[in-house]
């Protein structure tokens, strides 16, 4: 064991300055463990009580090594990483530049990748710890108006899934957290673009997505189950939170025909 390892758990957690990151961080803090938060503006957003906040943009290679090597070089260890970093874009799919949906996959999907690959070889070297990477309903429903959010939240799934596998001969855990909707700064953050030949549809829906984030439940939940994931010696791999209809529709597209199901979500949305 390195010399600098302490006996509490060293978590790290991307996207701390706010919302579920953020709640997370602070709960975990006050219940002993040893919190790293990330921001790309650590100096003007909120510290964590009785935790640290550093600089790192998970777009950014040098930033995620130079937080890391900081961790590392305090702690010795990084037990729990929390791929939480993201941001949403409202817009229709043939609204939205490649460039746009590019710079959402760096975040969302390739942030994931950049922080993975640093952080696997430390909990290699120490013979165990847990990934757990933040999806999203969307990673399992395709949600209109959200689609390129979606497409990232699925490829974060198929990263994962495939990640567990790849780790199983490991002592390295790999868990997905599929929240629906929770009240936090995404809605805020999320970057719209206009579209002027749907305008009316598009208005409709967006106008019951972000009343359902709004209304959501609150962060805090997520920060109590990422507790228990911590604390469960072998997790699965999946674990959805949120309102009962939302964990419903995910066990409703298991089993409904496909066009009964999307039928659903297209009424929910105000589509037809
Ligand atoms: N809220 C929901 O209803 C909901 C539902 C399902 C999934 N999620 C997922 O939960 C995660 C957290 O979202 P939230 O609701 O807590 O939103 P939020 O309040 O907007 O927080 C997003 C966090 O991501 C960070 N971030 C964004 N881009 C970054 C980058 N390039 N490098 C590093 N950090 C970056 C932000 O930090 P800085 O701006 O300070 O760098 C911020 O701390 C996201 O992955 C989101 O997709 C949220």
């Known amino acids: 064991m390195n010399p600098k390892q302490t006996s509490s758990k ?42 640290f906040m550093i600089k790192m943009d998970v777009c950014n290679i040098a930033s995620v090594k130079e937080a890391i090597a900081h961790i590392v070089g305090k702690e010795g260890h990084i037990d729990v990483l929390i791929n939480n970093a993201g941001f949403g874009i409202g817009g229709a799919i043939e609204d939205t530049s490649t460039e746009m949906a590019k710079a959402l996959f760096d975040t969302n999907f390739f942030g994931i990748c950049r922080v993975l690959q640093e952080v696997l070889p430390v909990m290699r070297r120490q013979s165990g710890g847990l990934i757990i990477n933040m999806s999203s309903i ?16 699925f490829a974060v799934e198929g990263l994962s899934e ?36 749907h305008a009316d549809q598009f208005q409709r829906t967006m106008t019951v997505i972000e009343n359902d984030e709004q209304t959501g439940q609150p962060p805090v939940k997520i920060a109590h189950l990422i507790e228990k994931i911590i604390n469960t010696p072998n997790p699965g791999l999946r674990y959805a939170v949120g309102a009962f209809d939302q964990k419903l529709s995910i066990f409703l ?20």
Not at 171 to 194: C, H, M, S, W, Y
Request: charged share 15%; aromatic share 10%; with cysteine.
């Open 253 to 272: 597209k298991k089993i409904l025909p496909n066009r009964w199901f999307d039928q659903i979500i297209m009424s929910y949305y105000q589509l037809k």
């Open 162 to 197: 495939a990640l567990y596998k790849e780790l199983s001969l490991s002592a390295i855990n790999v868990v997905l957290i599929e929240p629906g909707d929770f009240k936090t700064e995404f809605t805020a953050n999320r970057q719209i673009i206009n579209t002027t030949h």
């Open 10 to 51: 060293t978590v790290l957690i991307t996207g701390a300055s706010s919302g579920i990151g953020k709640c997370t961080a602070d709960y975990l803090a006050t219940k002993g463990y040893q919190v790293y938060g990330t921001s790309r503006h650590p100096e003007s957003c909120p510290g964590i009580k009785n935790g």
């Open 138 to 153: 969307g990673g399992l429903i395709g949600l209109p108006f959200q689609g390129i959010y979606s497409a990232s939240k």
